[in-house]
């Protein structure tokens, strides 16, 4: 059974630091990209972050660009984000997804909700002023 879960939220303060995990189970999926989206209370879920199968090219949404880095360790099967300068409207439940088909070589980034597969069940990040 596959599982993604996710781990490192919190409540900080404006300014603060945090790093999310997601440990993937059940399956390896580094032939596949990976991202981090989020949903903020009454939104809709949005794209943070993608990352090819190598880890080779990187995408940001431009809110986050500059702030957040994604990166993965194929050999764990996990994906993190590290997110920096953390401001109040970046509060929202944190989820990663596995890509539903394998992009090979290509610097494609799904960016759209069904262009996932695989979900965890998301870790809150909350960010006081």
């Known amino acids: 059974q596959v599982q993604l879960v996710e781990s490192g939220g919190g409540l900080v303060q404006a300014g603060d630091s945090l790093r999310l995990s997601c440990a993937a189970s059940?399956?390896?999926?580094?032939?596949?990209?990976m991202g981090w989206f989020r949903q903020a209370p009454g939104k809709e879920r949005d794209i943070v972050a993608v990352i090819t199968w190598s880890g080779a090219g990187t995408y940001y949404a431009d809110s986050v660009k500059g702030r957040f880095t994604i990166s993965r360790d194929n050999a764990k099967n996990t994906v993190y984000l590290q997110m920096n300068s953390l401001k109040p409207e970046d509060t929202a439940l944190y989820y990663c997804?596995?890509?539903?088909?394998?992009?090979?070589?290509?610097?494609?980034?799904?960016?759209?909700?069904?262009?996932?597969?695989?979900w965890g069940q998301g870790t809150q990040v909350t960010v006081s002023s």
């Open positions: 997804a596995v890509a539903l088909i394998s992009y090979g070589g290509s610097y494609y980034y799904p960016v759209r909700s069904f262009e996932y597969e695989y």
């Open positions: 059940g399956r390896t999926f580094s032939s596949y990209a």
